[in-house]
């Protein structure tokens, strides 16, 4: 039960830091798409080649 309590203790920091970071790139609009680009690149800069192609 300890492991049970301490993962649903860290899901829902999880969920709030997406929501927070889904608000920031909705709100800076265009700016935003840079800054999904450079999440993408932080989290999977193998997959994705339209990082590659703005360097």
Do not use: C, D, W
Not at 16 to 30: D, P
């Amino acid at each position: 039960m300890n492991t049970n309590t301490k993962t649903t203790a860290r899901k829902p920091e999880h969920q709030i830091a997406r929501k927070q970071y889904a608000a920031l790139a909705a709100h800076y609009g265009a700016i935003g798409s840079a800054a999904i680009r450079a999440a993408l690149q932080f989290r999977k800069p193998a997959t994705s080649p339209a990082v590659g192609k703005a360097k």
